[in-house]
């Protein structure tokens, strides 16, 4: 999460001192738009390490916009402990 806000804070910079027009803003979304499809697989992950067994379609819910709200809960819930049916617990010692 700190390489996120700071490379999202770094493009930001960068973006004022090249473009000194504010509503130019190029490198804040190419960092933005990197970023989303490992966020996203980080969600997915943390969902399937739940005790409740949720699967990545649960992401879905956050388009209610309410939904949101459990996404948040679960992201704080801890994870299983040992394997469930999505693999080994990533966290176990061996």
Known sequence: ????VFLTGAAGNIDR???EN??????GPLV???LLLPGLAVAVRRLHDL????TGQCMLIAFTGVGIIPLLIWDCMKGTD???RFGP??????
């Open 51 to 54: 005790d409740l067994d949720r």
């Open 17 to 19: 001192m090249i473009f």
């Open 22 to 27: 504010a509503a130019t803003n190029v490198f």
């Open 82 to 84: 040992g394997p469930n």
């Open 89 to 94: 617990n990533p966290l176990a010692h061996t």
């Open 32 to 34: 933005s738009l990197a």
């Open 1 to 4: 999460m700190a390489f996120v």
